[in-house]
């Protein structure tokens, strides 16, 4: 499947539709996505900081994904779900990459890292585990 065909399967989803994201890059073990910077996603106000929500949402969503991509784009269940927040994410666009670390027939685990400018700077990295149905 095409990155922008996955895009466009996402679309279908409403609160990836809230997040508005896009993939950018997609294989069978490994995703890439972007989401640029919405005044919605704020979580302080002041300092227009993401909100630590959203930034989880984002890195489960494209977990998922990466996981289970395919022509009905059937998403896996959350089992379990680490984050680390590392920095602050500040206003501006959100890149997250998301590697499968183990896939077996009923079970996914996936290591993900979200960042900004500068992938040596993760503002999160989260480890998620998906029940594949």
């Not at 300092?47 to 489960?60: K, P, T």
Request: charged share 20%; net charge neutral; aromatic share 10%.
């Amino acid at each position: 499947m095409t990155p922008d065909r996955a895009t466009q399967q996402l679309r279908k989803v409403p609160f990836f539709q809230f997040l508005d994201f896009a993939i950018t890059g997609l294989d069978e073990t490994h995703a890439v996505a972007t989401m640029p910077f919405a005044e919605r996603l704020v979580g302080n106000p002041i300092m227009e900081y993401y909100h630590g929500g959203i930034i989880a949402s984002f890195m489960e969503a494209v977990a998922a994904i990466c996981v289970s991509h395919g022509p009905d784009l059937q998403p896996p269940k959350p089992i379990n779900l680490t984050v680390d927040y590392l920095r602050p994410a500040v206003k501006g666009p959100l890149m997250t990459e998301a590697t499968v670390s183990r896939k077996g027939k009923r079970m996914a685990s996936v290591r993900t890292t979200c960042w900004q400018d500068d992938t040596s700077r993760p503002v999160a990295e989260g480890v998620y585990h998906f029940l594949m149905v």
